[in-house]
């Protein structure tokens, strides 16, 4: 009689305390699960899919233009267009320490960065720091006509040069 | 109030139905009053009701926390009336800028209100900082208090960093480009905070709009909730703390 009796009023057990226990786990897990899939969606949500930045890729006239010790500045574009030993390359102005734009300065021969003072011949190459790294060489290519295409965001071995 | 030239409009006015519906105590003449005064006001309860009077010496703190924090409500009052003007888009938000210089009444004081309170909020929280540290104002049960200073610190040099780029003059473009490109040194996950904080690859129209989003809403919401805490922390941990006692027994190591 009481062990029926205990059977069928179910007294609070060990299992009915696991069972609270789950259930506060599962609802703690589908917060989680929320505040996890809103900081996603939102990471993603700030991150742009269309850039209306200017185009990476530009015409820089012909091959001709370019004989041995043609310097070109194309601010725009932010890349100097190089007429070296039997061909032509191109070089990033961007300055590998921090970003600023480099000039070329024609009496020196040199590139400089105004914003810090670095230093780097027309090969690209560190001559004065605080620049941790050479100007990046980037792509040239040319047509059957001899039509130049720069495009910064390819970056090419330094000392590549596009034969004539 | 019987010391004022106007006891009976004061009395009039502290027992009207409309007063005593907002304000439920009467006047300060008790120290009952007095504390629910404090207690009752939503501005004032985050100051305790009775303070020791050393700690109101000058030398005590010498106010540092308070000009830091008079510099931010000067900051937050002169930053709304710019924003009255200000376009965040490129290239309006140049001649914005030079139109609160050159043409907006009482522009250019306003403008330089703001940027004057800008620099003394930085020095300010500096020298609050420095003050703590050699009045060893950081040791238990302050700690954690010591913490939210150092991210309230961080907020204050992070909105005064955003509002550099805002005139959008040469300044501003180099100065920020500089320095997310300082940003992108860190390793892994410096190129794509650099990428989510400029809103693309360059210093852009997106970069201006995520700036200006940044120092108007993200960054005084966050200064004003850490602020909340520090000032709440302070009360809590038992004052401001000034200069340490000097040991009783001088060979001791205070």
New interface residues.
């Given amino acids: 009689m009481r062990e029926a009796d205990e059977g069928m009023a179910m007294p609070p057990g060990p299992n009915d305390a696991s069972r609270r226990e789950f259930l506060a786990q599962v609802g703690l897990g589908a917060c989680a699960l929320t505040i996890a899939g809103a900081a996603l969606t939102v990471l993603d949500f700030m991150e742009p899919k269309v850039l209306f930045e200017p185009p990476t890729e530009f015409k820089a006239g012909n091959i001709q233009d370019f004989p041995e010790g043609t310097v070109r500045f194309d601010e725009e574009h932010r890349a100097y267009i190089i007429g070296g030993q039997g061909g032509v390359f191109a070089l990033s102005a961007v300055c590998t320490h921090l970003g600023c734009i480099t000039r070329y300065h024609a009496d020196e021969g040199a590139i400089a960065c105004p914003c810090h003072g670095s230093r780097f011949d027309v090969d690209g190459n560190v001559v004065h720091g605080p620049a941790p790294r050479a100007l990046p060489w980037i792509e040239v290519k040319a047509d059957a006509e001899g039509n130049l295409m720069v495009d910064t965001s390819v970056v090419i071995p330094h000392g590549k040069v596009l034969k004539v | 109030m019987n010391g004022t030239p106007f006891p009976r409009i004061g009395l009039w006015v502290r027992e009207s139905a409309l007063y005593r519906s907002i304000v439920r105590h009467g006047a300060a003449d008790t120290n009952r009053n007095r504390s629910l005064v404090i207690f009752e006001n939503l501005f004032l309860h985050m100051h305790p009701v009775k303070v020791r009077e050393k700690t109101l010496k000058f030398t005590h703190t010498y106010w540092l926390g308070a000009v830091t924090i008079s510099a931010m409500f000067v900051l937050i009052a002169t930053g709304i009336l710019l924003m009255f003007y200000y376009h965040p888009s490129v290239p309006q938000a140049y001649r914005d800028m030079k139109e609160l210089k050159f043409v907006v009444d009482n522009g250019v004081f306003y403008r330089n209100l703001h940027r004057w309170g800008a620099h003394l909020m930085v020095l300010g929280a500096l020298l609050h900082m420095v003050r703590v540290f050699y009045h060893r104002a950081y040791r238990p049960p302050r700690q954690f208090n010591w913490v939210v200073g150092v991210v309230l610190l961080l907020v204050t040099l992070l909105l005064s960093y955003t509002g550099y780029l805002l005139p959008w003059d040469q300044l501003a473009f ?1 100065g920020v ?2 320095g997310t ?2 940003a992108k040194e860190a390793p892994i996950l410096g190129p794509p905070i650099r ?2 904080l400029l ?4 210093v ?3 970069a201006l709009l995520r700036f200006y989003v940044l120092h108007c809403v993200l960054l005084p919401v966050a200064l004003l909730g850490f602020l909340g805490v520090h000032i709440w922390r302070v009360r809590k941990d038992g004052g401001v703390q000034g200069p340490p006692e000097p040991p009783a027994d001088p060979e001791v190591e205070p």
């Fill in positions: 180099w480009s500089v490109n300082m990428f989510l809103g693309g690859n360059i852009s129209e997106n």
